[in-house]
């Protein structure tokens, strides 16, 4: 078990670029030699197809493909291998249970309730879902403090409900959601719970037993694996009841001129060649993560977290975005005077690459008065000296364009 948590040195792109402050692992996540090397691995040495071939090299492909699968589970704590879905990113995650949500289980007087701080991959595939069905979407109130208002999620959660969607993790905030008591008081209502866990899976780890999720989605790329993989798991009990969200090759058992039947969980939900070289590097990626003491991971994100928006609370013309005391992975911000794009490319100039835009969240920031923030988001590779060299110069910015 490695104990360092400042590890740049593993990350190819950081060692030839020495002089990038890299704080955008919230948008992605840089790529650490093993998973480049697993993933160069699987195209130089067992490149073909799956599921579909007795050969060496397909055998081969199936075993790479379906070890990944494996890995999930047992990095999720997942009951069964089955319930592991891969998709292209925790987008395509959600659409897939909206979909299916849309064919069985909406109708009028249905409602979806979500929260006023999703991602808009957590809103507006849900938004589609019920205007294609005369279903509702309603969202919990975000507080000042930047915290989810649960008595208003009382509220809100009735006989009507068909689904929570809820983000673990902010994206741009870093507030750190109760969602095992949200679903909970979910499941207590007969409510199944779908959870956007795209930023707490490399910072938090969750458990999707011990949160008793119905669906759980997140994505490699900020997994410190390759882009276009990502992960849904579902309980079995629901993904049986919902139809094929793609049809083609290896979803399906039978195949008639005029009718066909579906293969069994998971790959019922994998229509067509699936990215076998990324689930290869996602497994590489969960063996990199595993090789830290998960607990020194989140306390490394959350001393980073709490460390930056100490020395920014601290400086003059600099508005903060609000945050509880709990949260995680990132810091979003304004310089008083200067539009957020600008100071970003001022940042970025002087070798600091952060975010800047409503970092697909426009309700949360509108609901705070704002178009868009400069936000700071961390990963292992992350160390407080990088955010001591960051200070100076927002205050150069601050002072060079107000």
């Known amino acids: 078990m490695r104990t360092a948590i400042h590890t740049a040195a593993d990350f190819p792109l950081l060692t030839s670029n020495p002089d990038l402050i890299y704080l955008d692992s919230g948008a992605t996540t840089q790529k650490p030699e093993s998973v480049l090397r697993r993933i ?11 599921h579909r071939g007795i050969h060496r090299l397909s055998e081969a492909a199936t075993e790479a493909y379906e070890g990944a699968r494996d890995r ?9 291998r089955s319930e592991i879905i891969f998709t292209r990113g925790t987008t395509e995650g959600i659409n897939l249970i909206a979909s299916g949500f849309r064919e069985r289980m909406l109708r ?9 701080m999703e991602h808009h991959a957590n809103l507006v595939p849900w938004q589609l879902a019920a205007s294609r069905t005369g279903a509702v979407t309603e969202a919990v109130e975000v507080l000042e403090d930047g915290s989810l208002n649960m ?6 959660l009735d ?11 902010s994206n741009v905030l870093g507030t750190i959601n109760p969602v095992k008591e949200i679903i909970e008081a979910a499941h207590s209502a007969g409510v199944p719970v779908l959870v956007d866990a795209a930023q707490s899976v490399p910072r938090l780890f969750p458990d999707v037993q011990d949160l008793n999720a119905d669906f759980l989605v997140f994505s490699g790329h900020k997994t410190y694996g390759p882009t276009g993989i990502g992960v849904l798991y579902g309980k079995a009990e629901y993904l049986d009841r919902l139809p094929p969200y793609q049809a083609g090759g290896d979803m399906i058992d039978t195949v008639e001129l005029h009718s066909s039947t579906w293969n069994d969980l998971p790959w019922k939900f994998e229509a067509g060649t699936p990215d076998i070289a990324g689930a290869a590097g996602l497994a590489a990626a969960l063996d990199y993560m595993d090789s830290f003491d998960k607990g020194d991971l989140v306390r490394h994100e959350k001393e980073l977290t709490r460390y930056l928006r100490k020395q920014l609370s601290g400086m003059p013309g600099i508005n903060l ?5 709990e949260c995680t992975g990132a810091v979003s911000f304004n310089i008083q005077g200067v539009h957020h794009l600008d100071a970003a490319y001022m940042l970025d100039k002087k070798g600091f690459a952060l975010r800047s835009g409503h970092h697909c969240a426009q309700p949360l920031h509108r609901r705070f008065g704002l178009t868009g923030s400069i936000r700071a988001s961390f990963g292992i590779y992350t160390d407080k000296k ?7 110069v927002i205050e150069e910015v601050r002072s060079f364009l107000s």
């Open 40 to 50: 160069e691995e699987y195209y130089r040495t067992e490149n073909a197809n799956v």
């Open 72 to 80: 999930v589970k047992g990095f999720l704590n997942a009951a069964d």
């Open 108 to 116: 009028p007087g249905r409602k979806i309730l979500f929260t006023g």
């Open 151 to 156: 008595e208003d999620f009382w509220r809100k």
């Open 159 to 169: 006989s009507s409900t068909a689904l929570v969607a809820v983000s673990h993790l």
């Open 321 to 325: 975005m609000p945050a509880p005391e």
């Open 386 to 392: 990088d955010l001591d060299r960051l200070i100076p």
